[in-house]
């Protein structure tokens, strides 16, 4: 991993500002000091490796765009998709927790939040004290999240919160929950649960074969009182929620690059080192095919990333526009790591590369924060104006 170099073969790199590449390096620096010699392992064990969140937050992955005032990096978005390509290129689990912290939790206390919640949250958030989960998805409502049950009524004094909440990345270890429930209206609110709070509890999902250095796990509600200064009042509807989803699939299109790079520079480097029938694999005409295409697909992502990041920045972006790089990206790094898998034969489906463990980690990315299919629909629903989902 310490061979690692990030292609360019667009020379990309002219389209970013020194800070831009500063941010990288540190991000890329730490993810293979700290990151690739020990994540094979937590991935074999499914265990979530505690000991990189001081890292993480280090390198500004917690907040990267939140202002420097609640602790956050007070960077960009192009930086903020470049830290989640290197970390992303180390393991597809550890950007989901760095994505579920900063676009998950963070975001909403910041937009939504009242200033208390902000200075009581973010700072500790920013720096990795505390850990935080998003829970949205439901057992019965995954892709339609607006049919959520899990709901609260207004007892005078407090919220009463009740139902359950599956598949939330943290939440085994979590501290805070950013929880979205519906109030006796049927209207969708995000309320801070906190971990101790009684009727709350978070049991670990077992038997992954994906995103195994992540822990994931419900989030149950038995009559918990939530106090009333912990719901966030200044946005509510399903559109609170997405708008989250926003900012963390955003994330998503530049980190599935870095775990294609990943698998495109082991492929690469294998390729000149085996030798068979006299001569390296690479010089075979298949294989260059695999190689040749790899790096055209990486260089489109490439470009698809930056020019969202742009418009993001001006703010400018549509969701819609964030759905096509999300699901194209995605899509891309998971066929890369197939066919890079290939390229290393026998040894591709081992733990010694890490080509099969992106491979893995890639189908959750591309079912999490809308599947494949969804990000479609809402390209076809942008374009045609006529609406799939209803
Ligand atoms: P629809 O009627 O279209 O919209 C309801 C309201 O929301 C607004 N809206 C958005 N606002 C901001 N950002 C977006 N991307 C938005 N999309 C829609 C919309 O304007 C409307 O507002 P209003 O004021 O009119 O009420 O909603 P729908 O029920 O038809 O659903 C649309 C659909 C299917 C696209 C949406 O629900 C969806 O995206 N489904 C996928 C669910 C999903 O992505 N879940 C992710 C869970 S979190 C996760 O996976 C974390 S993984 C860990 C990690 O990140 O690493
Ligand atoms: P379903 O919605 O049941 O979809 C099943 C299939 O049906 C899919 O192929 C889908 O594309 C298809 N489908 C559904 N509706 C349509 C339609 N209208 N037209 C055509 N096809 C359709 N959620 C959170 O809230 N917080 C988290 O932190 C979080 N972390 C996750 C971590 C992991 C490892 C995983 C796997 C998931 C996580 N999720 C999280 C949940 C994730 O967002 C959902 O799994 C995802 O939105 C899909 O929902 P579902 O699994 O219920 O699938």
Request: with cysteine; proline share 4%; net charge negative.
């Amino acid at each position: 991993p310490d061979l690692f170099e990030a292609p360019d073969y667009y020379n990309l790199d002219d389209l970013l500002t020194d800070e831009h590449k500063l941010v990288r390096e540190a991000a890329r620096e730490w993810v293979k000091r700290d990151v690739s010699p020990i994540i094979e392992e937590y991935a074999q064990k499914a265990e979530f490796p505690e000991e990189i969140i001081g890292g993480l937050a280090e390198i500004g992955a917690f907040g990267p765009y939140i202002p420097e005032e609640y602790g956050g990096a007070g960077l960009d978005q192009i930086a903020y998709g470049l830290i989640m390509q290197e970390i992303e290129r180390g393991d597809s689990g550890v950007r989901s927790t760095a994505s579920v912290q900063s676009s998950l939790v963070m975001y909403p206390i910041w937009k939504y939040g009242t200033e208390e919640q902000r200075k009581k949250y973010l700072p500790k958030l920013a720096s990795g004290e505390w850990m935080g989960s998003f829970g949205l998805t439901e057992p019965d409502h995954g892709s339609n999240p607006g049919g959520m049950t899990t709901n609260f009524k207004d007892m005078g004094d407090h919220y009463l919160l009740n139902g359950a909440k599956m598949w939330i990345s943290n939440s085994p270890f979590c501290q805070i929950a950013v929880v979205w429930a519906k109030d006796e209206n049927g209207r969708v609110h995000g309320l801070i649960v906190e971990r101790g709070m009684e009727g709350f509890s978070t049991p670990e999902t077992h038997g992954k074969w994906s995103l195994r250095a992540s822990a994931t796990g419900e989030l149950i509600f038995d009559n918990v009182k939530v106090p009333k200064e912990n719901l966030l009042p200044n946005k509510s509807g399903l559109g609170a929620p997405l708008g989250c989803l926003d900012s963390a699939r955003f994330g998503i299109a530049w980190g599935a690059i870095g775990a294609a790079m990943d698998c495109y520079d082991t492929a690469l480097r294998y390729s000149k080192e085996r030798i068979q029938f006299g001569k390296p694999i690479g010089a075979f005409q298949l294989q260059q095919k695999k190689l040749a295409e790899m790096i055209t697909e990486i260089t489109k992502a490439q470009l698809l990333a930056w020019r969202l990041g742009v418009l993001r920045n001006e703010g400018k972006a549509t969701s819609a526009q964030i759905s096509m790089a999300k699901r194209n990206n995605v899509e891309m790094a998971i066929n890369i790591a197939r066919e890079a898998r290939q390229i290393l034969g026998g040894m591709g489906i081992t733990g010694e590369y890490s080509i099969m463990r992106h491979s893995m980690n890639l189908e959750s990315v591309i079912t999490y924060e809308g599947t494949h299919d969804i990000h479609l629909l809402i390209t076809g629903l942008d374009i045609t104006g006529l609406n799939a989902f209803k």
